[in-house]
């Protein structure tokens, strides 16, 4: 099925299942600890022996020699993994650097061996014996120290509109800051994790990756063999943020040690390796320019920002975020790229937009204050229904209504003027907003759906579920189709043996794989009309497990005389609307509290509108907002991984050092959703969620502190150091 013209009346607007608040179907699963994650399986790999990673020391440099002879004569050990017994391996598409080391060394904690043994613990003591003799190189690690010799990329080309230069001298108003992002880490709960199986020369894994097929071609093109060859398996993933959207080494590893004992063996990639050897969210520099008119009219706009990567890595294209933001013909968007020997940066949840709205919506503040306007109402002055970037209108663009919904539910009005002028006891209080925008992707994703004599429905896809609620929107998408019950519905996730889909990724998941869903519903409705002799010109309505024509009722299950009724479809989205632009929006308003004496920084409450078409599950939905507005709150406040300049590498590398918000830090949260359908989306007239709540969050969490402090913090994260010395005298 091709998605070409706008969706028509279909029947997913019953709204009969689709739409309504829904509690997780794999929840109790969950809540139980009967969900089973990569480590856990048991019955698929009986006489699993373990690996455990040993990484690089150094950030650069090669392998001179191993000594192995302590660590293989250790107890339990079966054998150990090196570049020397490993076999040529190939670089799959989505690495930029190889999964195991050596001779060469790119990176601190490279894999560069897999100790194997007969338990986890016997593997990690032995892993401690392994010596390895490097010649260190040298190498680059902050990108302050590259700016001026990073490149162009054609990852994210340069744009111009207009005559910028020419405007933004000429504007009576301007602003011209530089904006500073830091390294993020995933951090999520469930690490990398792997158990390999070989039987004969087919390999099947089960891995918490994001992405199965993508995972699939690339561990059968790294280990050289046929994909037809090669079975990923992941069913539940517990977080991946992106982090998990490519393979790593701990599935490539498996692979490797599976083969040399034998045996099945199971790794899991421990806390430091999770930072060091797998990606990060690059750190950014980003100057931003922007004029206007006296009467606030943007009239020039650029955006320039610095990242840095591995050599044949790319950017972190933060210029997304203000392409698409705001009205102002005279344009200038410059990406440019360094090369440096800190581990692999790639994508992060919003990759590129999370950190340019930081850049984007804290100037859009500064200028506002320059003209003396209203932050909400300067951004709203300046909305536009064409893409400034490529001329196209958005397909639905409802900022405007997220900005003025939110500053009416929020209390905006009462928003402290000027700046440090409120207080609560020993508490400056502010507010700050920004806006969310995010892009509305969708792919090419499939399904297979089976009517069962029982009369349930089974649903097959290898889409993945990284607890953002797959499991039930697709359900709920097949109920509504069948006219079931979702009780009668059964989804089955994450095996490449599946129907290929979309994957978790890009915000594209949701929209994509619930359409690629509809397009099987719709053969199996086909099916079920022939099967039923059904008129072939009437419109057919399922409901309450009975189809009719309009002439005739019949149970569903009356179409399974002969058997189960199978069909499969796709959904192609390569035509969609090519004269749209297609993105999320919305609007994040926060309130802060800041101790007059410390600095310390408290979130007294968050609210988030948003827009996104018709939400197909507004508690998940909710759900995925939240979870971006407290990852958001991180990145503001918190996250920061410290690079060691002398070693090269990120020295945080844990949960105990690397800061992420608990409960106490987000007190109070609240997420609207907008009504309304954007048919030129998708069948399900809607697109996904799961990454406009990070965009924006940091910035209004960042004018927010500058409203209650009067100080103003273009280096995220803000953290009291920054604040305290500049701080009013306590009252």
Not at 142 to 163: H, N, V, W
Not at 356 to 375: C, H, N
Not at 505 to 514: K, L, P
Request: aromatic share 6%; glycine share 10%.
């Amino acid at each position: 099925m091709k998605f070409i013209k706008p969706a028509q009346q279909n029947p997913i607007d019953q709204g009969r299942v689709v739409g309504k608040p829904t509690t997780r179907i794999d929840g109790p699963l969950k809540t139980t600890g009967t969900a089973v994650y990569s480590y856990e399986w048991k019955d698929v790999a009986p006489n699993a022996a373990y690996g455990f990673v040993v990484g690089a020391a150094v950030p650069t440099g090669r392998i001179r020699s191993f000594d192995l002879a302590a660590a293989q004569e250790a107890p339990g050990v079966l054998d150990i993994v090196t570049y020397k017994n490993a076999g040529p391996l190939g670089l799959g598409d989505f690495n930029t650097a190889p999964l195991l080391g050596g001779p060469k060394i790119t990176h601190y904690h490279q894999a560069v061996a897999l100790v194997i043994a007969e338990t986890f613990e016997q593997a990690r003591a032995a892993a401690g014996l392994v010596k390895v003799d490097y010649a260190r190189g040298e190498g680059v690690y902050e990108l302050s120290d590259q700016k001026d010799s990073a490149d162009p990329t054609d990852a994210a080309p340069d744009s111009s509109q207009g005559d910028f230069q020419s405007a933004f001298e000429r504007a009576a108003v301007k602003i011209d800051e530089t904006y500073e992002t830091a390294n993020h880490a995933h951090a999520m709960m469930e690490p990398h994790a792997t158990i390999a199986v070989w039987e004969g020369d087919e390999l099947t894994v089960w891995s918490s990756n994001q992405m199965v097929e993508w995972g699939r071609q690339d561990i059968a093109k790294t280990l050289k063999i046929s994909p037809d060859k090669v079975r990923l398996v992941a069913p539940y993933i517990g977080g991946g943020f992106g982090g998990k959207l490519f393979v790593r080494a701990d599935a490539i590893l498996a692979a490797l040690g599976a083969k040399l004992v034998q045996r099945p063996v199971k790794v899991v990639l421990q806390r430091p390796l999770i930072f060091n050897n797998t990606v990060h969210r690059p750190s950014t520099i980003q100057r931003i320019r922007l004029g206007a008119s006296q009467d606030g009219n943007i009239t020039s706009v650029a955006h320039e920002t610095w990242s840095g990567d591995l050599e044949g890595g790319g950017p972190e294209a933060s210029t997304q975020a203000s392409r698409p933001a705001y009205a102002g013909e005279n344009r200038l968007m410059q990406t440019r790229l360094a090369v440096l020997n800190l581990p692999e940066g790639n994508a992060m949840r919003a990759p590129g937009d999370m950190p340019g709205s930081i850049a984007i919506e804290v100037a859009m503040d500064e200028l506002a204050e320059k003209l003396g306007i209203d932050p909400v109402e300067f951004r709203v002055m300046n909305d536009t229904q064409v893409n400034p970037d490529d001329g196209k209108p958005f397909s639905r663009r409802k900022l405007v209504e997220c900005l003025q919904r939110g500053a009416s539910e929020f209390g905006w009005e009462k928003r402290p003027s000027p700046p440090a002028s409120k207080r609560d006891g020993r508490w400056l209080v502010g507010m700050g907003v920004a806006a969310a925008i995010r892009g509305g992707p969708a792919t090419k994703s499939a399904a297979r759906v089976r009517l069962e004599s029982s009369g349930k429905l089974v649903v097959e896809t290898d889409m993945t579920d990284i607890g953002t609620g797959s499991y039930t929107i697709l359900a709920q998408t097949a109920a509504e189709m069948l006219g079931l019950p979702l009780e009668q519905v059964e989804v089955r996730l994450g095996d490449s043996s599946f129907p290929v889909s979309a994957g978790s990724g890009g915000q594209w998941g949701a929209t994509s794989s619930t359409s690629g869903v509809y397009a099987a519903c719709v053969e199996l409705r086909e099916k079920v009309r022939m099967a039923l002799g059904l008129n072939a010109e009437a419109e057919l309505n399922f409901a309450d497990g009975s189809v009719s024509d309009g002439s005739a009722e019949r149970p569903l299950t009356d179409a399974l005389a002969t058997g189960p009724l199978e069909a499969e479809g796709e959904i192609d989205f390569e035509s969609r609307g090519d004269d749209h632009s297609y993105f999320t929006f919305g609007a994040h308003f926060v309130e802060i509290g800041v101790d007059v004496h410390t600095a310390e920084i408290r979130i007294r409450r968050m609210l988030a509108v948003c827009d996104a078409g018709r939400i197909f599950n507004p508690v998940s939905a909710r759900s995925q907002v939240i979870g971006g507005m407290t990852m958001g709150a991180g990145a503001a406040l918190l996250e920061d991984l410290h690079v060691d300049a002398r070693q090269g590498f990120f020295a945080n590398h844990d949960l105990a050092s690397y800061e992420v918000p608990v409960h106490m830090d987000i007190p109070h949260q609240e997420c609207i959703f907008l009504d309304g359908d954007d048919p030129l989306a998708s069948p399900m007239k809607g697109s996904g969620v799961g990454e406009l709540g990070i965009c924006g969050v940091s910035a209004a969490i960042g004018n927010a502190i500058y409203n209650a402090t009067g100080i103003r913090v273009r280096e995220h994260p803000i953290t009291l150091d920054k604040l305290l010395d500049q701080m009013p005298e306590p009252v």
